[in-house]
């Protein structure tokens, strides 16, 4: 079955750049996704990519994918305070749409 | 469009009892979904509907019941509660739609302790 993997945790320092690592297993997918928890709420997509794309760039976020490695990575530049929260990485099967999701990793900036 | 809510917010159940969560979307939407979030756990799929009138169980079905008897309700019924069922539920929605990329749009949550 699909397995989505991420690292738990990830501390950086305000203003260095931030990167999230996943890994999944369904080739097939259509779409992978970066959702955002912040506490005490729901998840929001923060962006997504198509599986024929190998980057996507919006503002301060670089999404790459490694479709030959099954590696997706998420990018935040320039990191605040205000990035601290869960990021979960996503993908949608593609026999159903539905998004299996990874284990998320917690992202802690610091001053 | 105040979106995807739940009700309610917070609830403590002893075991053997039972509950509804309530989810409602004002997008129109046709797909939604009712997942749980584990501590330290990604989320994983209860139950979803493609449409008013359709379920299908997800990855973790049992000990739960759903209904969609209209577009925009979707509740996930708990008959008797267990301690395993202690978690933060989440109800989504989606299009359905391929030029929506299937955006999943969620609810706050409920948190539910079972003791």
């Known amino acids: 079955g699909e397995d989505v993997e991420q690292s738990l945790f990830l501390s950086v320092r305000e203003g260095d750049s931030s990167v999230i690592n996943c890994t999944y297993t369904?080739?097939?997918?259509?779409?992978l996704y970066w959702y955002k928890q912040e506490p005490g709420a729901g998840l929001q997509l923060l962006t997504y990519i198509f599986s024929n794309m190998d980057m996507k760039q919006d503002q301060r976020l670089t999404v790459l994918l490694n479709k030959k490695d099954k590696h997706l990575s998420l990018r935040i530049a320039d990191t605040q305070t205000g990035d601290s929260a869960i990021y979960f990485c996503?993908?949608?099967?593609?026999?159903?749409?539905?998004?299996?999701f990874g284990t998320g990793t917690r992202l802690q900036v610091f001053p | 469009n105040a979106g995807v809510t739940q009700t309610p917010k917070f609830r403590i159940l002893k075991i053997g009892q039972s509950m509804t969560l309530q989810c409602t979307q004002d997008m129109n939407h046709n797909y939604m979904y009712w997942y749980r979030q584990d501590p330290g756990m990604g989320l994983k799929l209860i139950y979803y509907s493609v449409g008013a009138g359709i379920t299908d169980k997800g990855e973790v079905p049992n000990g739960y019941n759903v209904s969609r008897s209209t577009t925009e309700d979707f509740p996930l019924r708990l008959e008797l509660a267990a301690p395993s069922q202690t978690s933060v539920y989440f109800c989504?929605?989606?299009?359905?739609?391929?030029?929506?990329?299937?955006?999943?749009?969620f609810g706050p949550g409920t948190r539910l302790t079972v003791l």
């Open positions: 996503a993908e949608a099967d593609y026999n159903t749409d539905k998004l299996i």
């Open positions: 369904d080739s097939s997918s259509t779409y």
């Open positions: 989504a929605s989606s299009s359905g739609l391929a030029e929506h990329y299937n955006e999943q749009f």
